[in-house]
């Protein structure tokens, strides 16, 4: 028998090097394993199929989407439970009105704390020990709510409880990491619609529950529901590495803010949020006067089912997820501003004459509000996978600064000036919006602040295609240097990196 040609071996060494990926992917999987957590806190066993598996990603799928919305309503409700209750606290502590109303100031000081300093965190260790770890806290913090008889304690503790309550910012990076890219909005649109669900469902539970027994009845029902979400966390929430091992605690807080003033995009999108969020808070605070005065004269039960017409609006927001997903992203944002302009002017033209009008701008700022938000943070979060955290921090606390300005501005001008200058005023914030989002074209680079480089494509199809074939072509595509460090959850590119 003749010996192997050198072209034979050549050919074995590149059928050899052909198959040298999968295998060193598994050869670093396999070296690897025993580094990874199997613990959380290094106390408690993570169960074996939500251990870190970089082969073998966990499947996000509409069960665990579904409770990551579960977990932001029971959550996020932690800020809200306290607005209905303010009479009853004053009875129970035997204090004035102007005591407790200090209480929703300190939960939402609380809650602006942990935007800056707790939801950061998301980009820099394991997300699951942290919700864990929120949840745990907030939940502990809740007895002491339930128990207490002295004020002081009452309002530390709501403070503290509203630094915890950043598991909803958490979860929402989290969840743009875990979907695919092509159905991104919808899994974050059921985060969101969780998230805002709770906004309006503590205040419904918290005003029945109170009217009918104690108020410490609304904070044992949150123990028992924070008890609900700790335990679905710890039996569904898959455990991932940490991102950006190589930066501290204060180079990540340093970086937000490095993004927020040099990122044209996250500069357009923090302006449109603050105005558009002005003007949905200011339509929601000042409903009650417009209802509880001439022509209509509803009482305040009556007044509390607008609540319901906005709810129905929330329990949308997954559907409005699923088209955006087919839409560059800008295209569904011109269109959701659109509509909350068109329900903004219907408002202006009729609200403080026919309820028709009321019923209709209602449900209309409601759905097209929460399918901005969701398509402007899918925009944002697509910059750079390493900083979701941080950029999901920055939009949110651009959310507050709007609420604060809506409940300031828009309060004084309707009593001032009435229902139709107030409405007028936003109807003029929702154009502002149209305007600051036609600066920046849909496929406008990311360093570029104004134009309309790279064409009018509206489907998101096309365009995914198109950068696939580029990609397949060999051509060399522009990338955020950070971007790079992306956990490895759909595949085990990455793998390398993340096991270090």
């Given at each position: ?336 501003t659109g509509v909350l302009l068109v329900s903004q002017a219907v408002q202006t033209a009729a609200g403080g004459i026919n309820v028709a009008a009321v019923v209709i701008a209602c449900f209309g700022l409601d759905v097209a509000r929460q399918a901005q ?128």
């Amino acid at each position: 028998m003749s010996p192997p040609s050198s072209t034979d071996s050549s050919t074995e060494k590149i059928g050899a090097h052909c198959k040298s990926p999968e295998a060193s992917a598994a050869k670093i999987a396999a070296s690897a394993e025993g580094s990874w957590p199997r613990k959380d806190f290094g106390l408690i066993p993570i169960p074996k199929r939500l251990q870190y598996n970089p082969i073998k990603p966990s499947h996000f799928g509409i069960l665990l989407n579904a409770s990551f919305g579960f977990a932001s309503t029971f959550t996020a409700a932690n800020l809200y439970y306290c607005q209905p209750l303010l009479i009853e606290f004053s009875k129970s502590f035997d204090v004035t009105y102007e005591e407790v109303s200090r209480i929703p100031t300190l939960v939402q000081a609380g809650y602006l704390v942990g935007l800056l300093l707790i939801s950061p965190l998301g980009d820099l260790v394991r997300r699951r020990q942290l919700v864990l770890l929120l949840v745990m806290t907030s939940t502990t913090l809740t007895i002491g709510l339930a128990v207490t008889k002295n004020l002081q304690v009452f309002e530390t503790l709501t403070f503290l409880i509203g630094v915890a309550t950043a598991t909803p910012q958490i979860l929402m990076p989290l969840a743009a990491d875990m979907a695919q890219p092509e159905r991104r909005a919808s899994a974050l649109s059921v985060v969101l619609s969780g998230l805002m669900l709770g906004v309006l469902i503590a205040r419904v539970l918290a005003g029945v529950i109170g009217n009918f027994t104690t108020w410490r009845a609304v904070y044992y029902m949150s123990i028992g529901v924070q008890s609900l979400v700790l335990i679905g966390a710890y039996l569904m929430l898959p455990d991932y590495p940490s991102k950006n091992r190589d930066l501290t605690y204060f180079q990540i807080l340093f970086s937000m803010a490095k993004y927020a003033i040099t990122e044209p995009l996250v500069i357009q999108v923090a302006i449109i949020n603050i105005a558009s969020s002005a003007c949905f808070t200011s339509f929601w605070v000042t409903l009650t006067f417009l209802l509880g005065g001439p022509p209509y004269y509803y009482s305040t039960l009556i007044i509390g089912l607008f609540g319901f017409v906005g709810m129905l609006g929330v329990l949308l927001g997954p559907f409005a997820g699923r088209l955006i997903d087919r839409l560059v992203p800008w295209y569904a944002t011109l269109i959701a501003t659109g509509v909350l302009l068109v329900s903004q002017a219907v408002q202006t033209a009729a609200g403080g004459i026919n309820v028709a009008a009321v019923v209709i701008a209602c449900f209309g700022l409601d759905v097209a509000r929460q399918a901005q938000q969701v398509s402007m943070t899918t925009r944002v979060l697509s910059i750079s996978s390493a900083a979701r955290a941080r950029l999901n921090a920055i939009l949110i606390l651009s959310l507050f600064i709007g609420q604060v300005m809506g409940t300031s501005v828009g309060t004084q001008v309707f009593v001032q000036h009435g229902w139709r200058a107030c409405s007028l005023l936003m109807l003029a914030l929702q154009a502002f919006q149209i305007l600051v989002l036609l600066l920046r074209g849909p496929h406008c680079s990311r360093k570029r602040w104004f134009g309309y480089e790279g064409g009018l494509e509206a489907r998101q199809r096309v365009v995914l295609e198109r950068e696939k074939s580029r990609s397949n072509e060999g051509k060399k595509v522009e990338h955020d240097p950070e971007a790079q460090v992306e956990v490895p959850m759909q595949n085990s590119e990455s793998l390398q990196l993340d096991t270090s």
